[in-house]
């Protein structure tokens, strides 16, 4: 599968935004998807998850409560609503999809196997 990360941009602290994640390929509603984020000279780290058939969410612990996991499946694609996001919440945030094999959702790196490009959110205070 391959995945399009987009809406990132330049927002206000308290403010929103929301990102999307388009994916072409025959296997995206089957899949546990992710995003992730990385802050320059940190490592990525999970912000959010959603199975494949959406009766499960989990959220990093510095966004929960603020941000908010969604999919349609019909367009294939992933949304992370972004809602008062803070200066610390800067980074390029990534979209993936979870290796299919993986028995429970993962909040780790390698337990994806695709990933988009990436899409900057800078959060101005």
């Known amino acids: 599968v391959q995945l399009q990360a987009s809406g990132g941009g330049l927002v206000q602290a308290g403010g929103s935004l929301r990102l999307s994640c388009a994916a072409s390929?025959?296997?995206?509603?089957?899949?546990?998807r992710g995003w992730f984020r990385q802050a320059p000279g940190q490592e990525r780290e999970f912000v959010a998850l959603m199975s494949w058939s959406g009766d499960y969410k989990n959220y990093a612990d510095s966004v929960k409560g603020r941000f908010t996991i969604s999919r349609d499946n019909a367009k294939n694609t992933v949304y992370l609503q972004m809602n008062s996001p803070q200066p610390e919440d800067t980074a390029v945030y990534y979209c993936?999809?979870?290796?299919?094999?993986?028995?429970?959702?993962?909040?780790?790196?390698?337990?994806?196997?695709?990933w988009g490009q990436g899409t900057l959110v800078t959060v101005s205070s």
């Open positions: 993936a999809a979870q290796n299919r094999d993986l028995p429970k959702p993962s909040f780790h790196t390698n337990g994806y196997t695709s």
């Open positions: 390929g025959p296997t995206f509603s089957t899949s546990t």
